[in-house]
């Protein structure tokens, strides 16, 4: 009896060793060698986003819509110099990594907030910010 045991667990160790290397989490990504720097994902996030909710405010047939977003989405790519390919390898890794996608939807956030309030209209009556341009 004890030999079958050692038997079987000769047998199984070996196989788990070698298998457990195979279990990779996903914190130990392999890093893309066209990796793109969280500064360029943030910009393209932007663009992104920005061009989501202009197609979504075009009113146009979801058929129409996803067109005139897909064109678009490759004109960022080619304006930015990225490929398609290059950005959807980075966000994947960077989105493995939980933290890195929370930093970059952080300064995301900030920017199209920025935006947006450089482009609100200021209530009457309010003084404009030191160093505005009159």
Known sequence: MKSFRRCCLGLLLPSLLLALPACQRP???PLPADLLPKE???QLVVDLQVLEARVENSRLSADSSRALYLVNQKEIFWK????DSAFQRSYRYYSIHGKDLD????????T??????????????AVPPPGAAK
């Not at 930015?80 to 490929?83: I, L």
Request: net charge negative; glycine share 10%; hydrophobic share 45%.
């Open 40 to 42: 360029k994902i943030v």
């Open 27 to 29: 914190e130990e990504a």
């Open 80 to 83: 930015n110099e990225v490929t």
């Open 112 to 125: 199209l907030g920025r935006r947006e309030l450089k482009l609100a209209p200021a209530p009457a009556g």
């Open 103 to 110: 930093e970059i939807y952080g300064a995301a956030i900030d």
